[in-house]
């Protein structure tokens, strides 16, 4: 069975903090998707990363940056010198190959404090 | 921006009404999707769409049905709500290429009381 775990419900900092938010996931097929989102207090969800199980190779973006190692069977995610608008709820999914069905995680709430 | 749209945004409903959730895409994408969000389980899997008149069940599908009559057009219908659909539903579409591999593109959601 798929299965994406978000461990931490709520994270708080402060503006300039950096944050990592954890998502472990777990899947017996050798070709799968992980995906992050993010979910702004207004409602809508923004597609921010897709990773392939063949390609750990980290990545960055700007301020954020992400980890994929398939050891730990984690793709956790980095926000540096978090702002404000940083806070919303970020999602991590999972898609195993030859099923369009996404496995989501509960989600962590982070909110960035001025 | 993807182009999706959802209507209504708001609904507030009474327990055995039939509610339809309408969503609309301009960017021909070939599959389309249905998520209901709650809190403590993320996002979940009611419908998806393949095609034109080709639809199959995702984990949460007891209680609500779905028609494709037009590849830009999902409907999510309930055929008697009750309170335990009270949640924000999303639409998401994704163009149709290599299973699981496709990045899903989201519209605003509609948020639904059942009372």
């Known amino acids: 069975a798929q299965k994406v775990t978000q461990a931490q419900t709520e994270i708080s900092v402060v503006e300039k903090e950096d944050v990592t938010l954890d998502c472990v996931y777990e899947?017996?097929?050798?070709?799968?998707?992980l995906f992050w989102y993010k979910q702004p207090p207004s409602g809508e969800l923004v597609f921010l990363i897709r990773?392939?199980?063949?390609?750990?190779q980290n990545e960055i973006s700007g301020r954020y940056s992400w980890n994929f190692q398939k050891s730990t069977s984690s793709f956790n995610f980095t926000i540096t010198a978090s702002q404000v608008v940083d806070s919303a709820v970020y999602f991590c999914?999972?898609?195993?190959?030859?099923?369009?069905?996404?496995?989501f995680g509960t989600g962590t709430r982070l909110k960035v404090l001025a | 921006d993807a182009g999706i749209t959802q209507s209504p945004r708001h609904k507030v409903t009474e327990t055995g009404t039939p509610v339809t959730l309408r969503c609309h895409q301009t960017?021909?994408?070939?599959?389309m999707y249905w998520y209901r969000q709650d809190p403590g389980h993320g996002l979940r899997l009611i419908h998806y769409?393949?095609?034109?008149?080709?639809?199959d069940k995702g984990e949460v599908s007891d209680g609500y049905s779905v028609s494709r009559s037009k590849t830009e057009d999902f409907l999510l219908t309930l055929e008697s709500a009750t309170s335990s659909q009270t949640s924000v539903y999303f639409c998401?579409?994704?163009?149709?290429?290599?299973?699981?591999?496709?990045?899903?593109?989201f519209g605003p959601g509609t948020r639904l009381l059942v009372l």
């Open positions: 998401a579409i994704s163009e149709g290429g290599l299973a699981g591999s496709e990045t899903q593109y």
């Open positions: 899947t017996r097929d050798t070709t799968y998707y």
């Open positions: 990773r392939n199980s063949f390609d750990e």
């Open positions: 999914a999972l898609a195993t190959s030859g099923t369009y069905k996404y496995i």
């Open positions: 960017e021909n994408h070939r599959y």
């Open positions: 769409s393949y095609g034109v008149k080709d639809t």
